[in-house]
């Protein structure tokens, strides 16, 4: 059976560190995303397993400024992010 994009970056979530309530939290991110914006997501973990963890607190940077309306929060984890992504 053929495995969608989704499908092998939820196997990856489900494999990394990250606990129980994380996972579940960071694929329901991914649950609502569509299949083209996926396929980077998933090439950068298959490359690094470590990205899952990476990935995830951007995530939760990026969460919190949005709730707090900290937009210098949202301009840290962006910038972070594009740092990360640039090594």
Same mark, same amino acid.
């Given at each position: 059976? *053929?495995?969608? +994009?989704? *499908?092998?970056?939820?196997?990856?979530?489900?494999?990394?560190?990250? +606990?129980? $309530? $994380?996972?579940? $939290?960071?694929? =329901?991110?991914?649950? *609502? +995303?569509? #299949? #083209? %914006?996926?396929?980077? /997501?998933?090439?950068?973990?298959?490359?690094?397993?470590?990205?899952? #963890?990476?990935?995830? *607190?951007?995530? /939760?940077?990026?969460?919190? %400024?949005?709730?707090?309306?900290?937009?210098? %929060?949202?301009?840290?984890?962006? #910038?972070?992010?594009? =740092? =990360?992504?640039?090594?």
């Amino acid at each position: 059976m *053929q495995r969608n +994009t989704f *499908q092998k970056i939820h196997e990856h979530i489900e494999k990394s560190s990250l +606990t129980l $309530e $994380e996972k579940r $939290e960071f694929t =329901e991110v991914f649950a *609502q +995303t569509k #299949e #083209e %914006a996926l396929r980077p /997501v998933l090439k950068l973990i298959e490359s690094d397993g470590a990205w899952v #963890e990476k990935l995830y *607190q951007n995530y /939760v940077q990026k969460k919190e %400024a949005v709730v707090t309306g900290n937009m210098d %929060a949202w301009s840290d984890a962006i #910038e972070k992010e594009r =740092e =990360e992504i640039e090594k």
